[in-house]
């Protein structure tokens, strides 16, 4: 059942028992933000509350307040009375089998959401799930955010409107990042905590992948590929090449940027970038993926070279039909 | 004589005459920001104003409104009833050798400042210089703040405040920012129009210079270094290592990052970023230049090893003289 703010406020309100909350895999900022400012505020609620992920969270958000209360875990292994799931509508992409829980509820704002939980609050206009979270929290109970619920909401809203640079950020988004201000978050605190504890390697990494850089369909794509030796080499982490799509992304003309990043032999994680003209949401929708309009992925099995071919036949058609669209 | 922000108001309101308006050399983002944000809004309250720099302005500027009004001189050729100094308060920063001009009024937010103008008001505590020339804009009239002044204005608060995350960003800057947006600005637009119209040749060149990236003084200083032969290199201009400091200053640990840029044989500019425990500013000031707490730069004759030494030595007594404060 599809559920307004004022009506999730409510519902949530009224939740008894046991409630587990939980969020995808993989989780970034605004995944670990949403669930872990809805953990910190469901307990100065006063309720009954767990908060597992199937993935460990990224260390540069180990400053957040009760972090170290999150469990990684293979699988649910008891029951719940509700599941609350953040920044993600299908239940598979929580990483679990099952999540054995009464009843669920879906807060998210992708718009290749379908969620198949008891109720969901999906909101695809919206910068993020943790603003989205922020006006929900209000109508529950505005002194309850405290900075313990005020830092992981602000880390989200960070994370994913790209230090409120994206198309995502609205006026409101603003309001929300002052009013978090006001209740003790330190903008310059959270940025070195994610964006300036980096290693050397990370850069040593960032030498190789950029010796990749290409384009593709009349300069209109750029792409850069991680090769698994490049890890070996520099002694990197597979997580040290994120924000590196934001180069290709960068050039002057591209209007797609894609990373090609190798998980295992013959086994690629793709994550596409539109400028805005492509929705790449649908592009990785049609290879098995989703996402945003402006920020998506899929997995893909084969070589390198069969990969590529597939995403630029299907990019192509994406660049016809925005030309036809366009001229009509 | 130093003034508040309702004097400044007035102050302007009554200027009578011709008015020029600059800037100082190599204008960044807060100064072709404010400098371009008070020329329109000037305009809109009916003044006679030109806007004349020393240098010229960034490609990435050009979505600026009447950016094209901007004339680029050597030298200032004929006589102004007042000139208007934004974003630098000592006269010959400007890069002139002298401004014909009967007042001066200087609006600025830099600690360093030491104004030689009839009437000045600087603001350390602010985050850019179009933050503060916000607030004095609106106790002259709200109404005249359009979208040919709030995009400046908006530009000047991104590019000093590192989108929002340094240290300078406040509660306040947000509230502006939202006010901004609610004038017309977008700020995908703006982010897209300043970092992401990269040529290719800019990550021909970080790669090189990412290969001299270097530690020193115990790895709480990382350096890079640009070599002229690089640009020859790459075929990249010189501005297009814009942004390069950060990545020696985002690696975990580091207190302090160095960019020495090399101008020509033996002459070298030389950039200074701090993380918040060092205070740069007063290290570039016993070497020649000047700034902010956490970024501030100077220039120096001779030779790089020289240049380097002399430099390490200035930071290790500031690195002394942090330790002795924090432990008394």
Redesign the interface.
């Known amino acids: 059942m599809k559920l307004n703010r004022k009506e999730t406020a409510e519902l949530i309100k009224a939740m008894e028992g046991d409630i587990l909350i939980t969020t995808h895999k993989n989780p970034d900022g605004d995944a670990v933000g949403s669930s872990l400012g809805w953990y910190n505020f469901l307990k100065k609620l006063g309720k009954s509350v767990k908060i597992v992920y199937r993935d460990r969270i990224p260390y540069f958000f180990d400053y957040l307040p009760n972090v170290n209360e999150v469990e990684v875990a293979e699988e649910i292994r008891r029951e719940f009375d509700w599941v609350i799931i953040t920044d993600v509508s299908e239940p598979k992409r929580t990483g679990f089998e099952e999540i054995p829980a009464k009843r669920s509820l879906v807060i998210d704002h992708h718009i290749t959401a379908e969620p198949f939980t008891n109720y969901f609050i999906v909101e695809p206009d919206i910068s993020s799930t943790c603003e989205l979270s922020y006006y929900i929290m209000k109508l529950i109970s505005e002194e309850l955010i405290d900075r313990s619920v005020a830092l992981p909401i602000y880390t989200g809203i ?1 994370t994913d409107t ?6 995502n ?4 988004t ?2 929300v ?2 009013e978090l ?2 209740k003790g978050v ?3 605190t ?3 905590s994610i ?6 390697n990370r ?1 040593k990494l ?2 190789l992948v ?2 990749t ?1 290409k384009f593709a369909l009349d300069q209109r794509v750029a792409h850069i590929t991680l090769f698994r030796k490049f890890l070996e080499e520099t002694g990197a982490y597979p997580e040290e090449s994120e924000g590196f799509i934001n ?1 290709p ?4 003309g591209v209007e797609v940027a894609v990373f090609f990043k190798e998980i295992e032999e013959n086994f690629w994680k793709v994550s596409l970038r539109s ?2 003209k492509i929705n790449v949401a649908e592009v990785a929708k049609n290879l098995g993926g989703g996402g945003h309009r402006m920020a998506a992925g899929y997995e893909k099995r084969g070589s390198i070279d069969k990969v590529k071919e597939e995403l630029f036949k299907e990019l192509e058609l994406a660049f016809e039909k925005e030309y036809y669209e366009s001229i009509s």
Request: without cysteine; positive net charge; aromatic residues 16%.
């Open positions: 960070l790209g230090s409120f640079n994206y198309s950020t609205s006026l409101d603003h309001l990042a002052a201000l006001k330190e903008p310059y959270v940025y070195t964006f300036e504890r980096n290693r050397i850069y960032l030498e950029l010796k850089l180069y992304r960068s050039i002057d400028k805005g």
